[in-house]
């Protein structure tokens, strides 16, 4: 069965990054993409960004452009997200989706998130 | 940026009741627009997408409609695990965006 696995929850400092992973079995990593999308404490889904794993290619919202970077690692199924000079209001859940491989649709399989605090 | 409306933000009901929630977007979209079903703690789960087709293993009991600007979600006859926040997204634009959620709980 598809399944999307995120590591465990992060504790970061104003100004310090953050690296997320989420790992894909289930199904050929390659065939789809893999969108992130964050949701902080009571609040709605925002996307973050979209990566094609077959050819690496990325969009990201325009809100976290320069600050946002999406990679995959074939070899091990793996999705990463980092984000850098993190603010307290980056204070969020940090969602993996399963998405389309050429671009971003809908997301029919989601990690099961990663919670990213940042307090000084 | 597309900006998704949804209505209304919170909604009660009874198990048994028929329930549509609206999905309003600033401009046309077609058809790309999805819906997700999540419960607190939990991930959202598709439960329909471009605007009605219903997601594998998701009950028959879900439906969507609309094009253009207008869209909803209806659930026909409302169950217990139905209780939850609903949203609706459009994928006819980059970047993605969702609607600020509909709170659908017990009466």
């Known amino acids: 069965q598809v399944q999307l696995v995120q590591s465990g929850a992060e504790v970061k400092k104003p100004g310090a990054s953050v690296k997320v992973s989420c790992k894909a079995s289930?199904?050929?990593?390659?065939?789809?993409?893999i969108s992130w999308v964050r949701q902080a404490p009571g609040q709605g889904l925002e996307w973050m960004g979209w990566i094609s794993t077959y050819n690496g290619n990325t969009k990201y919202t325009q809100k976290f452009q320069g600050r946002v970077t999406m990679t995959t690692d074939t070899s091990t199924s793996t999705a990463y997200m980092e984000l850098r000079s993190l603010r307290s209001d980056d204070t969020a859940v940090y969602y993996c989706?399963?998405?389309?491989?050429?671009?971003?649709?809908?997301?029919?399989?989601w990690g099961q998130g990663t919670l990213v605090t940042v307090s000084s | 940026d597309i900006q998704m409306t949804q209505s209304p933000s919170s909604l009660s009901a009874s198990v048994g009741d028929r329930v549509t929630i609206t999905c309003r977007a600033s401009q046309t979209i077609s058809t790309f627009l999805n819906w997700y079903q999540q419960k607190p703690g939990k991930a959202p789960k598709l439960l329909i997408y471009?605007?009605?087709s219903l997601q594998s293993g998701v009950p028959s009991r879900f439906s969507g409609s609309g094009s253009g600007t207008d869209f909803t979600l209806t659930i026909s006859s409302l169950q217990p695990e139905d209780f939850a926040t609903y949203y609706c997204q459009e994928n006819f634009s980059t970047p993605p965006r969702f609607g600020q959620g509909t709170k659908l709980e017990i009466k």
């Open positions: 989706a399963r998405d389309q491989k050429f671009s971003t649709n809908w997301y029919d399989y």
């Open positions: 471009v605007a009605s």
């Open positions: 289930g199904y050929t990593f390659t065939s789809y993409g």
